[in-house]
């Protein structure tokens, strides 16, 4: 008997067991599926940002870890990048399939 694999390498998104390498990792995290996960996080971040900037008294963070002042804002920027950039991925492949 001849075994055959009926699944397209595009159908959908892998279990966590599944993803073996880091190139598909990648794919999974960019491919277009996280685009509203991503967008929704953007927007979050843009609005912790504003409210840190008028409260003025001393930003903490207590999660994951504990930072202070100048810390917290570094922290928030770098996020905010790293959804920029996951949602601009993810959004581009999303067009990109649906052309």
Known sequence: MSETNNTTPNE?????????TPAEFWQEAVGGQFR?????????????????WFDREGQEMYFPFRARGKAVWIISFTTLLVWII???LNWRARAKRRF
């Open 86 to 88: 996951l949602a601009i």
């Open 36 to 52: 509203w996960l991503a967008s929704l996080l953007l927007v979050a971040n843009v609005g912790l940002l504003i409210w840190m």
């Open 12 to 20: 959908g998104p892998k279990e966590l067991e599944d993803i073996k």
